[in-house]
């Protein structure tokens, strides 16, 4: 997978921020990751066509990386902190992926639920089915991944299902929880950012 880069630190010094201030940069970063894997997806010549697939595939990695972000944060956060968190980060993605799937697909009709609303009854049922699954600390096990890539073999074509599962398991996986990891690795960081040095206030910055 190509390595994307995405800022995860903020700009200024100041107070500690807010769960949901923490939650909303973090569901930034997690739609920028899902976005990448659709993109190499594609390259590598799988047929992931814009419309219901394309958004189908979406939810999937989405919910995917929320359940392991979900792990880490257990790691790092006390029950009150991390509750207020992962509430805030799984509607501030639905939020994202509406506006975005409203944007190319339209609304749905009236009296049909909201893109909204489709993904967080998505992210509340796969939730009971990936907590069976083990988490080391730091990744996710055998199982918990394979299942993400059955989900999505379930979704494609014909003839990508038979390579589906390896390409997500052993190429895109990987990556993409690296770029995640990393990603709020640098979100929850108390650290200052480092002062850039070498440029003056004469070079333009």
Known sequence: MANIRIKSQWFRDGPAKTPQQNAS?????????????????????????????????????????IQVIDRLAHERM???MRTEFMTA?????AEILQENEDRLMGAPAPGQPSHYDRFVDLFNELADHYAEFGFDGTDPDFAFVRYLGHRIE?????????????QVMASEVPDALEMVKRGLQGVLS????????GRGVAAGD
């Open 154 to 166: 379930a979704i494609m074509s014909q003839k990508d299902q038979r390579w589906v599962v390896d």
């Open 25 to 65: 940069a973090m569901a930034f970063i997690t739609w920028r990751v899902t976005q990448n894997m659709l993109k190499q997806m594609r390259s590598a010549s799988f047929d992931i066509e814009i419309g219901a697939q394309y958004f189908a595939f979406t939810r999937e990695v989405l919910v995917f990386l």
């Open 89 to 93: 980060l799984v509607l501030r993605v």
């Open 78 to 80: 006390d029950a009150t």
């Open 190 to 197: 108390t650290e200052p950012r480092p002062k850039r040095s």
